[in-house]
């Protein structure tokens, strides 16, 4: 089928408007970055079945595709819940087992972006903390590990280095004694 024959998707009102709102957010948030994460949210690709499908999901996700989920917008009732923190951090650590890659006022520059952008459309933001009684898994960590990821990179490329180069003299000792 040609480009001019393709089907045009119609949408209905409440999901041509979900879509304007994740529009505008994408294209405000694209240049920001909590570590390595980019921020998205999603919109419904056809009929949100009269509003049943309309949560949309803010979400943060890696260069390797994971995605975190840190909020949930409902446009047809112009609300959305913000995860805090604590709770992104606890969520964050029990996914991917380990800290997260982000700072808490990195995070707060985003949400209060976020608060700004989803304000212009009329919907209010509520913050969610961790269910009570559980205490985030990071707050037991040091302080040093919350804020900074662990760089096993370095140290792995180091080891096959020393690895290539003993290969490399064995090699060379055995072509050598011929």
């Known amino acids: 089928m040609s480009d001019s024959k393709k089907a045009v998707k119609v949408l209905t009102q409440v999901a041509s408007h979900a879509n304007t709102i994740a529009d505008t957010y994408r294209a405000a948030l694209a240049p920001i970055k909590l570590g390595e994460h980019g921020v998205d949210m999603t919109a419904p690709e056809e009929s949100t079945q009269g509003g049943k499908l309309a949560l949309q999901h803010i979400t943060l996700r890696a260069p390797t595709g994971l995605a975190l989920v840190v909020g949930v917008v409902n446009a047809i009732e112009k609300t959305t819940e913000l995860r805090t923190y604590p709770h992104v951090l606890k ?13 808490e006022e990195d995070y707060r520059a985003f949400v209060e ?3 700004g952008i989803l304000g212009a459309f009329g919907i209010t933001v509520k913050h969610a903390d961790p269910p009570e009684g559980e205490e985030p898994a990071l707050a037991r960590a040091p302080a040093a590990e919350a804020a900074a990821p662990r760089r096993v990179g370095p140290i792995v490329l180091g ?12 090699a060379f000792a055995v072509l050598r004694s011929r």
């Open 113 to 115: 972006r976020t608060e």
């Open 91 to 103: 969520v964050y650590f029990e996914r991917f087992h380990k800290a997260a890659p982000f700072s």
């Open 159 to 170: 080891g096959a280095l020393v690895v290539v180069v003993v290969l490399a003299l064995v």
